[in-house]
T-cell receptor, first 114, second 111 residues
C-alpha cells in the first residue's frame, strides 16, 4: 500500500527566504509523485509532477521538487518566498496503474512572514 | 481543453435532508472520476471513484453514495444528511494517472 508523509502541518518562512516543504512516500512500485496547492475555499491546483525522466521537476510559480529514490523523498522548494505563496500544500503519490487512486498527504500550511 | 464543473459552490442543509452534488467534465472521454471530502484540519479523504459508467468503488462506508449515469457526469448523494457530513467536497478527474484536475469544490454545512 502506498502512503505519503508530510513533515510539519505548519511551516513559517520570511518573505524572500527559502521555502522547503518535506514529503516522504512509500510505494512498492516506481511511483508518480505530485505537489498540489490549495488556496482558501478553492480546489486543488497542480504545482508539478514527476512521472519519469529527470528527477528535478520544475513547476509553476517558481516551485521545484526533486525525486530522490534512495531517500523516498519528494521535497518541494522555492528559492525566495512571496506573500502570495501562503496556502496549503499537498504531496501525493500514485503507483501508475490506470485505475489507481492518488493518495494525498495531510497537507502543510505555509505561512509567509513579512 | 479539458474543464471540470462542480456545483453548487456552497450549500447549507438541515440534518436529515437529502443531498445531491454534481460534477461534469468537458473535453475528454472515459476519465476516471473521484469524490473527495476535506474536513476542517484534516487532509483529503477519498470517498468514491469511478473508472466508467455505472462503475463505482467506495472507499469509506458511510452515509453517502455516488453514481455515474453518463461518461462525464459524477453525482454524490445522500438520503439523510448527518452533522458529520459537513465539509468541503471536491470532484476530480484524471486520465492515465497523470495527475488530478480538481473542481472548485462545494462547501457543505449541515445544521
Amino acid at each position: 500500500a502506498q502512503s505519503v508523509t508530510q513533515l510539519g502541518s505548519h511551516v513559517s518562512v520570511s518573505e524572500g527566504a527559502l521555502v522547503l516543504l518535506r514529503c516522504n512516500y512509500s510505494s512498492s512500485v516506481p511511483p508518480y509523485l505530485f505537489w498540489y496547492v490549495q488556496y482558501p475555499n478553492q480546489g486543488l491546483q497542480l504545482l508539478l509532477k514527476y512521472t519519469t525522466g529527470a528527477t528535478l521537476v520544475k513547476g509553476i510559480n517558481g516551485f521545484e521538487a526533486e525525486f530522490k529514490k534512495s531517500e523516498t523523498s519528494f521535497h518541494l522548494t522555492k528559492p525566495s518566498a512571496h506573500m502570495s505563496d501562503a496556502a496549503e500544500y499537498f504531496c501525493a503519490v500514485s503507483d501508475r496503474r490506470r485505475d489507481d487512486k492518488i493518495i494525498f498527504g495531510k497537507g502543510t500550511r505555509l505561512h509567509i512572514l513579512p | 481543453s479539458q474543464t471540470i464543473h462542480q456545483w453548487p459552490a456552497t450549500l447549507v442543509q438541515p440534518v436529515g435532508s437529502p443531498l445531491s452534488l454534481e460534477c461534469t467534465v468537458e473535453g475528454t472521454s472515459n476519465p476516471n472520476l473521484y469524490w473527495y471530502r476535506q474536513a476542517a484540519g484534516r487532509g483529503l479523504q477519498l470517498l468514491f471513484y469511478s473508472v466508467g459508467i455505472g462503475q463505482i468503488s467506495s472507499e469509506v462506508p458511510q452515509n453517502l453514495s455516488a453514481s455515474r449515469p453518463q461518461d462525464r457526469q459524477f453525482i454524490l448523494s445522500s438520503k439523510k444528511l448527518l452533522l458529520s457530513d459537513s465539509g468541503f467536497y471536491l470532484c476530480a478527474w484524471t486520465y492515465l494517472n497523470y495527475g488530478y484536475t480538481f473542481g472548485s469544490g462545494t462547501r457543505l454545512t449541515v445544521v
